[in-house]
């Protein structure tokens, strides 16, 4: 306390994400957490559960108390993004707002190959399960499968919003069944694993009645049954990229400058060809 009262600097990084609870973090505050203690750096994790309000109350509460920012799927509206970023060096991962600096693994390219590995597979009716409504990378996913599938000739629905968890699969499986999908893109892994176990207990075989697609790759993606095939990122280099930014370079967040690290499929047995739905 000293030290940061003459220098005004406290060694110290605030690493705030939605879930705690969800896998998909563990490798980015693994490769955040490396990178800080590397520089001699402290790390402050938060979590948000999800809610815009929790957010924007942790984010308060630690501002004061940190040199820097690392805000993970973020939920807060692009105004207020941009009003702390004004006040203290701040970097987004997976998520972007005009005039603030952010970490993306690709929402573009990677979605693509989920809608492509589906078309050649011989689907020809998909189905999004939707997470949150404030979720951006959700609307940036939908919005690359919904142009992708147009351009092949597949009609694609968007279902939900949905709770990005197992809890939430029961829910989002039994509206995919009322459609006639013969494919299904969940928002994230948890959600894909819960619809999972949902179609199973209805008596449809995944895939051989329908076919499941996550994002993420989380822990036990390959575990569950089937392995799950899901969308792929390095989200430990996220961690590292974003770290790295604000210990080296915070005066660079002024310039707000995007950073997109490369996604790619990684296919198992949750797909397989397309068969028609009785």
Known sequence: MARALESGRTSTLGLVVSDITNPHFFALVRGAERQASTAGFTLLLGDTQQSPQTERTVVDRIHASVDGLILAASRLPPAELRAYAATKPLVLINRQ?????????????????????????????????SGPRESWSGAQRWAVIRDTAKSLGIAATRLGPFPPSMAGGPAAADAAIGTAATAVIAHNDLLAIGALRRFSDRGLAVPGDISVVGFDDIFGADF???????????????????????????????????????????????????????
Do not use: N, Y
Request: hydrophobic content about 40%.
């Open 97 to 129: 707002a005009e005039d603030v600096t952010s970490v993306v693994t690709d929402h573009v390219d990677g979605p693509r190959q989920i809608v492509e590995h589906l078309h050649s597979l011989g689907h020809r009716a998909l189905v999004f399960l």
């Open 224 to 278: 569950c049954a089937p392995p799950l095939t899901t969308l792929t990122g390095p989200l430990d280099e996220a961690g590292r990229k974003a770290v790295e930014i604000l210990v080296t370079q915070p005066e660079a967040t002024v310039r707000a400058p995007r950073f997109s690290l490369p996604s790619h499929l990684k296919i198992r047995e949750s797909t397989g060809p397309a068969r028609p739905r009785a």
